[in-house]
């Protein structure tokens, strides 16, 4: 009888626990909810140069990681300051993917961005876009040993002669031999 009684008190208990914590996950209409809030962001200079089936990867990243910090949806939404619990969530998820590949140069030096500075021609297809990018984050990687190395370079990257601009114009040369002309003015005094 011991057992019948510790067998049912041991399953009772397992019931309650997986009760409460498939209670605890999102359900489909607060992740939608989610994912739609995450929509504001789509103007982040990052977010803009995703593809919309890129863009949906990237907030059902967003959304997971805030589902696993925060179980219960009902108590997320009752945070204090949960607007800038949603933007750190962000940024943290774009830092994260641009530490696991660098390749995302593209979405941090957008293609026409580059063309209207006289980085790139224009009309490259998306072949010769791809070998750029793959190029630039080589030389990237190459130089920095960090991610937080290579935003601060982007943070301090104010003048045309600047280590990341060398870098764009070294692969648009050697991939194009596209030859950037930098006319020096003298200013008298």
């Not at 919309?52 to 589902?67: K, L, M, Q, R």
């Not at 370079?153 to 031999?177: G, K, P, V, Y």
Request: proline share 3%.
């Amino acid at each position: 009888m011991k057992k019948i009684l510790l067998s049912l008190s041991l399953i009772l208990a397992t019931v309650a626990i997986t009760g409460c914590s498939q209670k605890a996950k999102w359900d489909h209409k607060q992740k939608q909810a989610m994912r739609e809030n995450l929509r504001q962001y789509r103007d982040m200079i990052y977010l803009q140069d995703l593809t919309e089936p890129e863009f949906i990867i990237f907030t059902d990243s967003v959304t997971g990681n805030i589902e696993e910090v925060y179980p219960v949806y009902a108590t997320f939404m009752q945070i204090p300051n949960v607007d800038d619990t949603i933007d750190m969530f962000v940024v943290t998820t774009i830092v994260e993917e641009l530490d696991a590949d660098a390749h995302n140069m593209r979405h941090i030096f957008p293609y026409r961005y580059l063309v209207s500075q006289g980085i790139l021609p224009d009309k490259l297809t998306h072949e010769q876009q791809r070998q750029f990018y793959k190029c630039l984050a080589q030389k990237v990687n190459n130089n920095y040993s960090s991610t937080e190395q290579f935003f601060n370079a982007i943070l301090a990257d104010t003048t045309a002669s600047s280590q990341i601009a060398t870098f764009q114009s070294q692969c648009a040369n050697e991939l194009f031999n596209w030859v950037i002309e930098v006319d020096e003015v003298i200013i008298e005094q």
